[in-house]
């Protein structure tokens, strides 16, 4: 099966606003990127674009009962090991439009929900995307961690972070816009 590639994130809420549609749409700058599947370089002009919601889910990674912090990956654009990896959807972000995407959410929204329903339940509190080059500025040696967005999450639902605790929610997902781009 071969990857897609998303370009044009547009920043978006992580839970579902009352009007039940999940997101607002705010854009982001579009990249310019060039994307390489199985060996081929393929330019984002030469593509088919097709706009659909996305999910995409990443695992926790640590979780402090006392504070009801919970931490992990919200994506992960490269592996470490250099691949990329496949969401449910099999879609893949790239680091840059991944960047984008963090920094517009943090300026605006921070808030995060429970599977995408209801009012917020949380606060993103920490916020990092690690790229090539802030891990190589922070003497971090390529190919040990993945190039992706890590949060940690306050929760200020005691139901909702037993669940986490409980191993009941296992993963971060970010949901949003994309413009699709087949690859």
């Not at 929204?109 to 090539?132: L, N, P, Q």
């Not at 190919?143 to 986490?164: L, M, S």
Request: with cysteine; charged share 30%.
């Amino acid at each position: 099966m071969a990857s897609k590639t998303i370009e044009n994130v547009n920043r978006n809420t992580v839970y579902i606003n009352d009007d039940g549609y999940g997101y607002e749409n705010t854009s982001v700058t579009n990249s310019e990127s060039v994307y390489l599947d199985d060996g081929t370089y393929i330019r984002h002009d030469e593509s088919l674009y097709i706009e659909q919601p996305i999910n995409i889910s990443a695992e926790v990674c640590k979780s402090n009962e006392f504070e009801k912090l919970v931490s992990g990956w919200a994506n992960i654009a490269k592996n470490a090991d250099g691949s990329l990896p496949l969401d449910w959807d099999g879609d893949v972000v790239t680091a840059e439009v991944l960047e984008k995407a963090a920094i517009d959410f943090m300026l605006e929204y921070r808030e995060s929900g429970e599977m995408h329903k209801g009012k917020s339940k949380g606060t993103v509190v920490e916020s990092i995307v690690f790229t090539k080059q802030k891990m190589k500025a922070m003497g971090i040696p390529e190919g040990t961690i993945p190039e992706g967005w890590f949060i940690t999450v306050k929760i200020h639902d005691d139901d909702v972070f037993k669940k986490v605790v409980d191993g009941e929610y296992k993963m971060f997902s970010i949901q949003g816009k994309a413009k699709r781009l087949k690859v």
